[in-house]
């Protein structure tokens, strides 16, 4: 193909060129031409990559500063790779801009955390990465780390249809994917030094708590997602996320609001892998006051979680009882079909599952895969899985919880394994559909599985679906595991993980959430 060769790209794709144009990344809508030659030249000189030879350093320290270190002269290697016919590596530079050309594979956001990440470590010294491990630490308040982002669907129509849905409804798997590159923005900003800088820190991904959507999202109007650190503890952080749309008519900010995330990341020391210690952080007005009390509740519950699940007996034989009275019901399901409930069914037959190769494109800084990426794929399945189940479009209600257990590296095997939990039909209206996703990475080589990310979501249908007669059916299990997973999201949410099962009154109350699942009340 000649060189010559023109390409039509979207002006308001180009990476931006300092750390605040992201705020304003996807706000043009005229069209250029651009020759092969001029893109990677155009491409070389914005991302600022550095030559091979650093892009192949073994160690993840120079693959960081590697991606912004250095200047490349425009049209440096160009010549030999467009009349070349070697094998392009994966670590070659011009393979990782192509990968970040906006839209190609990423999100404008996406780009836009990359660039952010990027020019922090453009910024410090090799020798800082070099020395020991041991940073200097700050306090910083919550609106230093304050970062707001806008997708302009109004005015843009390329990036509308990018996040159009066959329904005519925002791509929610998008939202989240977009979420967490800016839950990543604003962790490295709070980790900065008051230079802007930042030692050997990796930061990561830890879990997500309850993204909630409060009220529809339209695909037509501007959409801002904006958020901040609001709770650090020794190594890790939460930072909280609004998304809003404007609606015509309504002044009060709150009413505004469409969804709510809270985003946990920890510090991982990049030579050890060890928890690093991040910088502090200092509430100053009576909200983010309030919002680091509520982060640092939640925070406590989880801890009290993780010591329940390393408890006693006790709680064992709680959950002994429990499991007997679930899996009755789903027993003359398995064994006796024809005197079983007509509208239930096991979760076992409930089941879908997806499996892919992890490409280069879809890494994040660091080389792993971007969490964002995961989360989008894990929605797409558990979208899936519900649909096929309702026998209807469903309507997402929220991300109940997703834990990142393991990173997971460019070219490993993933299966996406997703399958309905449990319903919760008390009101007929609007029935509850629980679905989990659990991620594996299989390795084939070495007759290995592991679990790296769990994914629970939850669905609902149009009233009007209910309402032509659609019925949702209960799921049981079928086995002590199965029956072990329900109970388990069942506590997380009807508890909100709040406390122990101690006293009798609250084991009561736990009985009572299992007999109304099972339609004995």
């Known amino acids: 193909m000649s060189s010559s060769l023109r390409l039509r790209v979207h002006s308001s794709l180009k990476p931006p060129n ?99 990440t990027s020019s922090i470590f453009q910024k410090a010294d090799r020798s800082a990465f070099d020395r020991t491990s041991q940073r200097h630490l700050v306090a910083k308040t919550p609106s230093q780390s304050r970062t707001s982002f806008v997708h302009k669907f109004s005015s843009d129509y390329i990036l509308r249809e990018q996040y159009r849905n066959p329904w005519n409804e925002i791509r929610v798997e998008k939202l989240v994917e977009d979420l967490d590159a800016l839950a990543a923005i604003i962790s490295y900003k709070h980790c900065c030094n008051n230079e802007g800088t930042m030692g050997p820190l990796l930061l990561v991904t830890a879990s997500v708590d309850r993204m909630a959507i409060k009220k529809p999202i339209s695909v037509d109007a501007d959409l801002k997602m904006a958020g901040a650190v609001t709770w650090v503890g020794k190594s890790s952080m939460e930072i909280q996320l609004e998304v809003t749309q404007p609606i015509q008519g309504i002044s009060n900010p709150s009413d505004r609001i469409a969804l709510v995330a809270n985003f946990q990341f920890v510090g991982r020391d990049m030579k050890t892998g060890k928890s690093a210690p991040v910088n502090k952080i200092l509430p100053e007005t009576e909200q983010e006051k309030l919002l680091w009390e509520e982060a640092e509740e939640r925070n406590q519950m989880r801890k009290r979680r993780r010591e329940e699940k390393t408890a006693g007996a006790d709680t064992e034989n709680i959950y002994g009882e429990r499991v007997n009275a679930l899996l009755a019901e789903g027993q003359v399901l398995s064994d006796m079909k024809a005197l079983a409930d007509r509208d239930s069914i096991l979760i076992k037959d409930t089941c879908h599952e997806n499996s892919l190769i992890c490409l280069p494109q879809q890494r994040n800084i660091h080389g792993t895969i971007f969490g964002g990426f995961l989360m989008r794929k894990a929605f797409e399945l558990a979208f899936s899985n519900t649909y096929a189940f309702a026998g209807v479009p469903p309507q997402f209600v929220e991300v109940d919880h997703i834990d990142f257990l393991k990173p997971v590296d460019v070219g490993n095997f993933l299966r996406l394994k997703s399958c309905v939990l449990y319903t919760e039909l008390e009101h007929p209206s609007k029935p509850l559909i629980k679905v989990e996703v659990i991620a594996q990475v299989t390795r084939p080589e070495l007759r290995v599985i592991e679990e790296s990310n769990k994914f629970y979501f939850t669905f609902t249908v149009q009233p009007e679906a209910i309402a032509d007669g659609l019925r949702i059916p209960k799921v049981l299990p079928a086995t002590e595991d199965e029956a072990r997973r329900v109970l388990e999201r069942m506590d997380a949410e009807h508890c909100q993980m709040a406390k122990p099962f101690k006293t009798r009154q609250e084991v009561e109350e736990i009985e009572n959430l299992t007999a109304k699942f099972l339609g004995r009340m």
């Open 18 to 116: 300092d750390r605040q144009s992201f705020r304003s990344l996807s706000g043009s809508s005229s069209l250029i031409s651009l020759s092969i030659r001029g893109l990677y030249n155009e491409l070389i000189a914005t991302t600022r990559m550095s030559k091979l030879s650093d892009i192949l350093a073994s160690d993840r320290i120079s693959r960081t500063q590697a991606f912004s270190s250095y200047y490349s002269t425009p049209g440096e290697g160009i010549d030999s790779l467009l009349h070349s016919s070697a094998t392009m590596d994966a670590g070659n530079p011009i393979r990782k801009m192509i990968s970040l050309l906006p839209r190609m594979y990423h999100t404008p956001l996406t780009c836009a955390m990359w660039e952010e």
